[in-house]
């Protein structure tokens, strides 16, 4: 996959788009370029708007304002049939009473495709989601992973230009859904394709995307890298819906030039990077991520803060450990499963600290 830095050419505009379901507005003016081969996914808690902006994008529903194009060209009007698109819905409305070469074959059909050709093209796409053989089964005799694949299969053999996928990995276990993003993850990569996809999961558009567009009450609130909106989220919602950090409310007492903010909370002066307009006196907060934070039982003394260990949790491959400083803030650490990290328990006495790069100042 690329990593979503350079422009690219536009396969999808959004240009302005609004959608308004009687007094409730579910799109406000939403503005949104993604590019050829892209994997772009939108990003948000449920009621946030972005089903809606894909079934827009696909032509399932009409926009009240704005305009949407697909390779240049205006689609706003046209029906989802007449879009270069193929969309895979949350419960994936495969066929029951169909083969799974029929499933995978009807929109083809539908398109009066010689049957040799047909034939040629589902076999190519059952060897692409590494299902050759399928052909014959029917739909109740696969499992919901193979469901998912055939699915993939039905949209990708119409040569789409764009792929939109909302939610469609929503109803698997979380074993199977880990094994889907790598087989997503390779069939983008091997068909080049745009593929824009809706998950309200931050853990599985960061492992899947190039770019992530994080919404929030019918508007984009970010949009960039995984590691962008995990390191340098911009404000306050985006810190929260993307991963866990440690939140320590303050006020702003200098902006420096270089993107630096320091806040003082209850007498304690910290500085960090933000990329928000915050003003001395503006009321700001500090956001560190919890594997962020080292600890150290041999450095207490020279640590620029210490601290006690309140408890801990054992999570498998990390451990959370909750920590009061000396000066009565508590903080969370995440640290990796190792020797170090098993020898720690409730009152031992640690140094805490971070890379000054790693403090993260938002608008409070």
């Given at each position: 996959m690329s990593d979503g830095s350079s422009a690219g050419e536009v396969a999808v505009s959004v240009r302005g788009?609004?959608?308004?379901?009687?007094?409730?507005?579910?799109?406000?003016?939403?503005?949104?370029?993604?590019?050829?081969?892209?994997?772009?996914?939108?990003?948000?808690?449920?009621?946030?708007?972005k089903t809606t902006l894909l079934r827009i994008i696909g032509g399932f529903e009409d926009p009240?304002?704005?305009?949407?194009?697909?390779?240049?060209?205006?689609?706003?009007?046209?029906p989802p049939y007449r879009r270069r698109t193929n969309m895979i819905f949350q419960h994936l409305a495969l066929f029951p009473h169909l083969t799974v070469a029929q499933n995978i074959a009807f929109g083809l059909e539908l398109k009066k495709f010689a049957r040799a050709a047909i034939g040629e093209k589902v076999r190519n796409a059952l060897a692409l989601v590494r299902?050759?053989?399928?052909?014959?089964?029917?739909?109740?005799?696969?499992?919901?992973?193979?469901?998912?694949?055939?699915?993939?299969?039905?949209?990708?053999?119409?040569d789409p230009e764009v792929m939109l996928l909302d939610e469609p990995l929503g109803a698997l276990d979380l074993q199977l859904r880990l094994q889907m993003h790598e087989e997503l993850k390779r069939i983008h990569r091997e068909t080049g394709s745009t593929w824009i996809f809706v998950t309200h999961d931050q853990g599985e558009a960061i492992a899947l995307s190039d770019r992530i567009a994080v919404m929030a009450e019918g508007r984009i609130v970010q949009l960039g890298t995984p590691r962008e909106v995990y390191e340098q989220p911009c404000d306050k919602f985006?810190?929260?819906?993307?991963?866990?950090?440690?939140?320590?409310?303050?006020?702003?007492?200098?902006?420096?030039?270089?993107?630096?903010?320091t806040i003082e909370a209850n007498g304690w002066r910290i500085a960090g990077r933000t990329l928000a307009s915050i003003k001395p006196g503006d009321a700001a907060l500090a956001v560190l991520r919890y594997e962020k934070v080292r600890l150290s039982t041999e450095s207490v003394r020279t640590d620029p803060q210490r601290g006690t260990i309140l408890d801990t949790s054992y999570l498998g491959p990390t451990l959370r450990v909750r920590v009061?400083?000396?000066?009565?803030?508590?903080?969370?650490?995440?640290?990796?499963?190792?020797?170090?990290?098993g020898r720690l328990a409730g009152g031992d006495q640690v140094g805490v600290s971070w890379a000054p790069e790693h403090l993260v100042v938002v608008a409070a």
């Open positions: 788009v609004s959608k308004r379901f009687g007094a409730v507005s579910a799109l406000d003016a939403v503005s949104l370029e993604v590019r050829q081969g892209e994997f772009l996914s939108l990003l948000g808690a449920s009621g946030c708007g009240s304002a704005g305009t949407v194009l697909i390779g240049g060209q205006d689609v706003t009007a046209l299902l050759p053989g399928y052909e014959d089964r029917t739909i109740d005799a696969l499992s919901g992973g193979q469901r998912q694949r055939v699915a993939i299969a039905r949209a990708l053999v119409n985006v810190a929260r819906f993307v991963g866990h950090a440690n939140f320590i409310e303050g006020r702003c007492v200098a902006h420096g030039a270089d993107n630096t903010c009061k400083l000396d000066n009565g803030v508590e903080l969370l650490a995440e640290l990796s499963n190792t020797d170090l990290a």
